[in-house]
């Protein structure tokens, strides 16, 4: 783990500008699989509006850097808390209502909808044009002329999402957002108050989105409500952790480590050849298999590989009965701790 | 102050009546059974107890506090717990998570609520399957799940709806001796079983519900002489060859 920590910052003095590309994207992504993942992942509410907070953020951060100059860096809690205060309203309207599964996900893809089109048609806030950041290479104004502070402060916003999932994993909250997603009413009647928890994991992760959201508009030095608000890029957020493994810690992280560069590579890749759009079936063929083959994700399947590398030895238990009934059978008996 | 006190408390839905107009009281450290045939609203009476259903006019008070109104959780905060007649295990979770999720509802700490999740695993028998995710447990298991999860919220009143229900004669005799283990420890229990040599065994009282209404409520040898209860298990014919 560690290793792996000095490997990511010692890698930029290594890599060329289109290799730093692909890992700011890496990161930003993961940061954004990682906020998604605590509501979708730990918590099983599926939302497919989370672009709502993303745009929310960039436009909020970067429309107060133009009008007052205020610095994206102060803008980019005020984005995270205006996303936060959407997140609130829409986990309220949800799961008041009890709204569960394909419902919840129609609610939060209308909201990002709502927001698109509203967006669009205010024109303090560019219309359906968007904003243009003009680039000025000030650090205080979120810009920087080497990509590599860019990819710094995409590692950190990962390793930052990582940190709070790892701590709500190991605490209080992380246990009953696992009950919640197993079995609501069972969680319940063991004192769990859903709904309270349910909505603390939607602020949280629309906070963390809303302040992806800065990020994203001043990498991209420009912001169009199609794009910012829009339905794909909620899919994208939502992809990381589901290929990865989602509920898990590494998921969304591995997950953007197998989709970005897979993404960028086939895009270029077919691009070159005149077959724009053919990476877009590339994708959607790797994430049928995935769905296919790791319905839980690759993380929970390595790890699941790993664990039962070391006895491989061993002969199967069973091994005379069918797969079905041997599994049906109750593992034998491990001897008791003292 | 009685521990449960139910008064006057309906339950329609639609057409059905499913409980009417119940009144039922159960002092501290009580063990009542509640019996009845099927579909004579037993778990809808445990459902509106315990939060899940919203009863349409009756008062329910617990330790002197009205519960009607209140949600699930807040009624398990309070010491009221229930279990499920279709037991649910969280399937993904290990045991020992399971546990802990009721655990937690005493204590903030996972430390805490991991040791107390054990200490009850180790009551119930299933400390040998902590780590084994729930979904891999036979049902006999799972019952003791069940009643694990429950128990580790620390509840003064526990619900048990049908606990023994599909278990082996010496599953039932081991959840017999469990759950007296648990009474003895000052806990009262409400149950709801069909296994009626457990359920004569081990309550104090018994009440008996037929088409939502309570037609019995004695002694568990009262009531099995009671011709009433008698005409509603084995219908009208059978009520007058009932023993002394």
């Keep these: 783990m560690l290793l792996a920590l000095l490997v990511l910052l010692a890698l930029p003095q290594f890599l060329g500008s289109y290799l730093l590309t692909v890992f700011i994207f890496i990161f930003f992504y993961a940061y954004l699989g990682q906020a998604w993942n605590l509501l979708g992942g730990y918590g099983g509410q599926i939302s497919l509006g989370h672009a709502a907070f993303v745009g929310i953020g960039a436009y909020t951060s970067t429309y107060l850097a133009m009008t007052y100059q205020l610095s994206p860096w102060i803008g980019m809690l005020i984005g995270g808390a205006a996303a936060a205060c959407l997140g609130a309203v829409i986990g309220y309207l949800g799961f008041r209502f009890g709204l569960r599964g394909f419902y919840f996900i129609l609610l939060t893809v209308a909201f990002g909808e709502i927001c698109r089109l509203v967006v669009s048609h205010v024109d303090a806030l560019g219309g359906a044009l968007g904003l243009f950041i003009t680039f000025s290479g000030d650090p205080w104004q979120f810009q920087f002329s080497d990509n590599r502070y860019y990819y710094y402060v995409a590692l950190g916003l990962m390793l930052i999402s990582m940190g709070i999932a790892a701590l709500i994993e190991r605490s209080r909250m992380g246990a009953y957002l696992a009950a919640i997603r197993e079995d609501e009413d069972a969680s319940e009647a063991l004192g769990v108050n859903a709904f309270g928890t349910k909505l603390a994991a939607i602020v949280l992760s629309a906070f963390l989105t809303g302040v992806g959201g800065t990020f994203y508009a001043n990498y991209l030095f420009s912001l169009q409500p199609n794009t910012a608000f829009g339905i794909p890029l909620s899919v994208e957020i939502i992809l990381r952790p589901i290929v990865g493994g989602s509920g898990t810690l590494m998921g969304p992280v591995l997950g953007s480590f197998i989709l970005s560069p897979l993404a960028e590579v086939s895009r270029t890749y077919f691009a070159r050849g005149g077959l724009s759009g053919v990476h877009l079936i590339v994708y959607g063929s790797l994430l049928i298999a995935v769905v296919l083959f790791f319905p839980r994700g690759a993380y929970p399947y390595l790890r699941g590989v790993f664990r039962r590398l070391p006895r491989r030895g061993a002969p199967p238990p069973f091994r005379h009965l069918p797969p079905g009934v041997a599994r049906a059978k109750p593992a034998p008996e491990r001897p008791r701790d003292p | ?244």
Excluded: W
């Design chain 2, 1 to 244: 102050m009685s521990l449960l006190e139910v008064r006057a408390l309906s339950k329609r839905f639609g057409g059905l009546q499913a409980v009417s107009d119940l009144s039922l009281s159960m002092a501290e450290g009580e063990v009542l059974g509640l019996i009845g045939p099927n579909g004579a609203g037993k778990t809808t009476a445990f459902s509106l107890f315990s939060g899940f259903l919203a009863p349409d006019s009756g008062e329910i008070e617990f330790r002197g506090r009205s519960l009607v109104g209140l949600r699930p959780h807040q009624i398990c905060h309070l010491g009221l717990t229930r279990t499920f007649q279709i037991v649910r295990p969280f399937p993904h979770l290990s045991v020992l998570e399971n546990v802990r999720v009721g655990a937690f509802a005493r204590t903030a700490s996972s430390q805490t609520a991991a040791a107390r999740a054990r200490q009850v695993l180790h009551e119930v028998g299933l400390e040998a399957k902590a780590d084994v995710p729930a979904g891999e447990l036979t049902l006999a298991e799972r019952k003791r799940l069940e009643l694990a999860r429950a128990l580790a919220t620390e509840p003064v009143l526990l619900l048990l709806d049908e606990v023994m229900a599909g278990l082996s004669a010496a599953e039932t005799e081991r959840i017999v001796e469990l759950i007296r283990g648990i009474n003895a420890r000052g806990v009262s229990l409400l149950l709801i079983e069909h296994v009626m040599r457990a359920v004569m065994n081990l309550s104090h009282r018994i009440a008996v519900l037929n088409y939502g209404q309570l037609i019995a409520e004695g002694t568990p040898a009262q009531v099995a002489n009671d011709p009433r209860v008698i005409e509603a298990y084995l219908g009208e014919e059978y009520a007058g060859t009932a023993p002394g």
